[in-house]
Every structure is written in C-alpha cells, then in structure tokens.
C-alpha cells in the first residue's frame, strides 16, 4: 500500500526566510502526488500537484514542490515565507486515499 | 468552498444520540468522501463513495454509516454518537481516472462536539 510520511510536525521559521516542508511516499508505482493548506478553521485547499512532466512544480501563493523519484520525496519550498504563511500543510498520494498527518508551519515576525 | 457544502457547521450532541452530517455537491463528481481531522492523526478517511448507492469502507469506518441516494448528497450517520467522535469531520469529492485521483476539493468541515 502507498503511503506518505510528512517528518516534521511543526516548523517555525521567521518572516521572510526560506523554508522547506518535507514529504516522502512510498510506492514502486507511478505516484500523483499534492500538496494541500489549511488556514485555522476553514477547510482544506490544493496549493500543487505533481501528475507528469516536469519535476518542479510551482503552486499558489509562491510554493514550489520537486518530485523525486529516487528518494521517494516531494518536498514544498518557498524561498521568502510571510506571517500569512502560517497554517497546516497536508501532503498525500492521488492513488490511495492517505493523507500525511499535517506539518504545522508557523512564520515568526 | 465553491462547489460544495457541508451542514450543520457546527453540533454539539448527547453521548448516544444518531447524528447525521450532510455534504451537497454542484460539481456531479462522482466520488465523494468523508474524513474526520484529529490533532496529531491528520485526516482519516471514514467512508467514501464512488457513485450512486455505492460506498466502501475507510480506515476508521467504526461507528459510521453514510448512504449516497443521489449524485449530489453523501450523508454521514453517527449511529450512536461518542466522546471519541468529537472531531471535525470534512468532505471531499474528486474526479477519478483508472483509478488515480486528480485532486480534492473540500467543505469547509463540521465541528461535532459529543458531551
């Protein structure tokens, strides 16, 4: 079965720095794979998916992801983060049903 | 968010009472999906459907029931509603091909609060 294992649980990091939110599957299979955000009290939106092509997928709000086949990673980046930043990242497969169990990005002033 | 609902958006109910959670879609996706959302177990799948009267079971099914008698509304029925069921509950629909997701899209959630 294809899961996904997000390794950090919450990230706090300071306005305007860089910042890198890690997600790795596992799967021997071709994988679609997204990134979801969550903002306190609403539900769920998609920030980026990866179906094909190219590696480096770019999103909403300036975030990034590169898929990566040999270590079974897609990792979602932004290069200069701001306070409305803040929320939960949700990284997950489109072939199961699984949801990683949420990164907590908190963006310091 | 746009394209589908979900109500009441918030209940507070008694230990033991049947509750019934509604998401409507006006998208004619024929996937719909409920999850619950818990500090610490991100979002759980409960049960999901893939069509008209055809649902299957998640990883955390227990306790739940749903039915799917139009393309439109999936329902979700706590049977008998426990402390363990407080939680936020979210649907989702989707467009599947040969099997693949394409990407959700989500309610705004219901926060169901058992005492």
């Known amino acids: 079965a294809q899961s996904v294992t997000q390794l950090d649980s919450q990230v706090p990091v300071f306005e305007e720095a860089p910042v890198e939110l890690r997600c790795n599957y596992s799967s021997s299979v071709s994988v679609y794979l997204f990134w979801y955000v969550q903002y306190p009290n609403q539900g769920l939106q998609l920030l980026l998916k990866y179906l094909s092509g190219s590696t480096l997928v770019k999103g909403i709000n300036g975030f990034e992801a590169e898929f990566n086949k040999s270590q079974t990673s897609f990792h979602l980046r932004k290069p200069s983060v701001h306070i409305s930043d803040t929320a939960e990242y949700f990284c997950c497969t489109g072939n199961q049903f699984y949801f990683g169990t949420g990164t907590s990005l908190t963006v310091i002033p | 968010d746009a394209g589908i609902t979900q109500s009441p958006r918030h209940k507070v109910t008694e230990t033991g009472t049947p509750v019934t959670l509604r998401c409507h879609q006006t998208?004619?996706?024929?996937?719909m999906y409920w999850y619950r959302q818990d500090p610490g177990h991100g979002l759980r799948l409960i049960h999901y459907s893939y069509g008209v009267k055809d649902t299957d079971k998640g990883e955390v099914s227990d306790g739940y029931s749903v039915s799917r008698s139009k393309t439109e509304d999936f329902l979700l029925t706590l049977e008998s509603a426990t402390s363990s069921q407080t939680s936020v509950y979210f649907c989702?629909?989707?467009?599947?091909?040969?099997?693949?997701?394409?990407?959700?899209?989500f309610g705004s959630g219901t926060r169901l609060t058992v005492v």
């Open positions: 998208e004619n996706h024929r996937y």
């Open positions: 989702a629909i989707s467009e599947r091909v040969g099997g693949s997701n394409y990407g959700y899209t």
